[in-house]
Every structure is written in structure tokens, then in C-alpha cells.
């Protein structure tokens, strides 16, 4: 009672903080911890989900109902953008069965990283495929692990079978320069697709 | 305030041998879904990047709180992200979220709700100036 006067803010929200965020999808470490510390203002930290979730019918010998609960960590960073606009980073597990997080995710996300490991590129199909149904604005961001970028785009870009309306570029998940790029590559084709009334 | 929080997180909430019941003393050694009596869908309009903040309320309700919601309290001083007070807290989003619905429900926080002064299209531009000076 003695600070109630320290907080003007009274129940009401004063200011107009925007918070707006992306989300980095991709196979088991393709690098999105990575890419999200490279660029945090923050070092990143670690929250969880707790889903309960059916479980595989396979396990399941006596067609009873059974609940299992799923953990579903995701790392994220934050980067304070301008005076009212802060954005937030999640790296999120790109497996199939991890869907119910993508969707709460995806949910006002200006858009989404896929990080694409040349050597395991198949891991990325399933954020291309989800992001692609729920017109999510993605680009693929292939992280040359080797070191050398080996594959031309435009082969990488068969392989993983993305139109050439979606961005992609090679992105070395440890370079900061190379993840800004990234951020501003997803935020472009964001704001074209908003522009041309993709999007609406 | 870090150290002080990491303590009383593990100080039993991955404790096998807690029974999750017993929360009428200090309130720490109960199991995350103990916390908010087995709700977990209260408050789904609280997103992961909504901005909490303690209201004036707070100071005059903060003695009745248990631990986990005086942390709330003690974190969002300033506003910040759900997704944050969940991992500085050390509890699952699901849970965290009961507990700032029951803040919000109490008038000790605020949920920041942006005023739609823009459009999509000009918050996107000011987020394409902002990632371009980063």
C-alpha cells in the first residue's frame, strides 16, 4: 500500500508496449538455439510445455484410453527493436508430433526461420509443410555445417521443394551478421506478402 | 534474486518424493499442477509474448500470495513477456498462465493489450527498420 503511488500504470495499460515475435523451426540441431543466442539481447532461456496427449496406438495393446504427457522445451531470446517494439525469438522443435506448440507459436507470428541442415535436409520438411498450410510467411535459412556452402540454393531448394517465392539463403547459425540477415530476409517477404494482400 | 529463485524452484517441485499436496505452510513443495488446483485452461488469451505487469493493487495483496505468485509479482515490476516469467520462474507456460490469470482476476497485474494505433503493414515496416539496425 505504501508504493501505490510508485506504479501509475493502475489497472489500465499505459503504455503501448508492442511485443512481435518469430518463430525458428527446424530439425534436431539444425542450430536454432544457436541462431537465437547469436542475436539475443538476452542469453537465451529455456520454458516448457506440458501437453497430455493420446498415446501412439502402437503402445497401446489394450485399446484402452491412455494419456501420456509430452515436455516441449523451446529456448527463446528477446531483441528490444525501438522504444516500443520488442521481438521475440523462439526456437521451437520441429517434429510433427510437436504441433499444438507450433500452433500457439504460430499465433501472431510475423513469420518463421526453417533452418535447413544440408546434411540432414528431410528434418525440415515438416516446419515447411506446416508453416506452408497456415500461410505463415517462412523463409529457409540453410545452415552450412561443413563449413562450406557446397550446394548451390537452387539445388538445395529442389530437394526441399519450396517455390521460388520463398526466400532462402545460407545462414551460419553462429555468425551474427548472417542470422540479422535472416530476420530481415523473413521480415521483407512478411511485409511484401502483407503488402501485396497475401495475407489478410 | 536469480540464486533466490533457482532455490525455491528445485526446492521440490522435481522432488519424487513430494506428494503434490502438501501446500498449506511455505507452499514450495508442491508439484507445478498442485499450484493452481488442476487448472490448466484458464487464460489462453494470454499469449506467450503478452506483456505482464503489477499493477498498484499488487503491494496490497502481495502478503496474501504464495510463493510462485509473489514471484510473479516481484518479476513483472517492469512488464514482461509470459514466455519470460515462466522461464525465470522455472514453471511450464500452462501453469504460469493460471497463475497471471489469477493475478489478473485479483487486479495485481495488467495484461499489456497493444492499442491497434497502426496497421499490420506500418508495424511491420518499423520491425523491418528495427531488425535492418540491428
Redesign the interface.
Known sequence: MAFATSDPTAGTARRNKIPVKIVVAGGFGAGKSTFVGSISEIEPLRSEAVMTTASDQLDDLTHTATKATTTVAMDFGRIALTEEITLYLFGTPGQERFHFMWNELSRGAIGAVVLADTRRLGDCFPAIDYFEARNVPFVVAVNPFDGVRTHPIATIREAVQVPESVPMLFCDARARLDVKLALVTVVEHALNRQRAGARV | MIDDLDQLAGNGLDDPSDDGFDEDSTGRFIR?YAMTGGRTEVGTDI?????I????????HLGAYRWEAARVLDLVQS?M?L??V???LDV???VTRVIVADLVKD?SV??????Q?QS??S????????????
Open positions: 507445478p499469449h506467450l509474448e503478452s506483456q505487469q503489477a499493477s498498484a493493487r499488487a503491494s496490497a512488464p513477456a514466455v519470460e515462466s522461464a525465470r511450464p507456460i500452462g487486479g495488467i495484461v499489456h493489450v497493444p492499442e494505433t499490420f503493414t508495424l511491420l515496416e518499423k520491425v523491418l527498420d528495427g531488425v535492418r539496425n540491428l
